[in-house]
């Protein structure tokens, strides 16, 4: 038998629903923000991850999926949708009919990450940016975007943490002082570490290593390096969070995996999962889009992802049960050409349908008709056969009646209704 590939994973049948909930759900609450679908590629050159995402993270080193295609082109599966949406902006000028663009893509991205709990080499994220406007009020509204979101599906025990990362004039201060204070420790980060020590410091932040991680708790704070417009911003940025009522924690030793995010950062946590497990997460970027080729204009973002939501999602909730309208029993091969013609008018006017044209017993398809969830079951027999009826059963009350052929759909939509 030929396998999955290691860290990849099948969204079964019997998960569907709740999938199919996330996603509508999402494109609910993101199209009442004013966001509007975008549908980038899900491969792009390698280049534009580089230099979006940073030569110096986790994702560019270690993560992606990386190859030559048959042209001799360096191309790249999409380890996260925001470079690929800024490219996409850029390259169709899509500011200029819209200088305030607020977009979002549901899609696959891929990162060659340890697989364990949640953590997966394919996963589905959500994402929602809103670019051209620098207003932290902005911010927030990206915030209540990912937060409506996350109560709107009923997901528990998560929680908001924000922080201000700065602008590039309060990174360079930030940088020499992580510098000279990871100098200190230099004989016990990890090997990548010692490395980033020099090209990115704040990369140390977020190591997994354990002890690198006991030594960045130790480490200078961003939020003391913030010049007086960072520090306003951020202060705006929480003003209007109150003002919505949207309950959040200040987390100032987040920093966030990517290089691109200035000013605003933030995740959504699982109390048991912790950061490391974060089911969402974003922030502003002020040089991206420039970087990229655009017009130089700051945005901002954030990105759920659907297999951490699902995990705080019960399995049981009623909405993920399957359900149908009818179920149709047909009893002996005499009745299948009318249970057939049935089954297609019924299906025709918009009622789910299912039926089992070989031949089961009455009582193995009445045990299928549960499973199914179906809310009618319509048995169709000799006798009804003979009398141009079907008899109908609701699986709720058990009470049974005998429609007329001919009166079938009218029959079910009223039941519907
Ligand atoms: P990031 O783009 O790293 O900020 O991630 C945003 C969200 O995507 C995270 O909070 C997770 O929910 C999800 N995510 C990131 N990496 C993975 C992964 N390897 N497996 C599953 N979900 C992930």
Redo the contacts with the bound molecule.
Sequence with gaps: MITLVKGFHDVLPDESPKWAFMVNTAKAVLERFGYREIIPPIMEKTELFVRGIGQVTDIVEKEMYTFEDRGGETLSLRP?ATASILRAVAEHSLLRREPVLKVYCIGPMF?R?RPSK???RQ?F?VDAEIIGDDCPYTDAEAIAAAHAIMTEMGATGLMMEINSVGCVHCRSGYRKRLQEFFSGWLGELCPDCTRRLEANPMRILDCKVERCGEIAARAPLITDSLDSSCREHFHEVREALDLLGIPYRIEPRMV??LDYYTRTAFEIVHDELGRSK????GGRYDSLLGELGGPDVSGIGF???L??LAMGLSDDDPRFRRSMDVYVAILGEQARSMGLTVVNDLRRHGISVETRYSKMSLKAQMKLADKLGASLVMMIGDDELAGGEVTVRDMSTREQAVVKIDEVVRYVQGERA
Aim: aromatic share 10%.
């Design positions: 996260e990162r990450e949640g953590r997966f996963f994220q966030r995996g974060a089911v969402g997460g990105a759920i992802g297999e951490r």
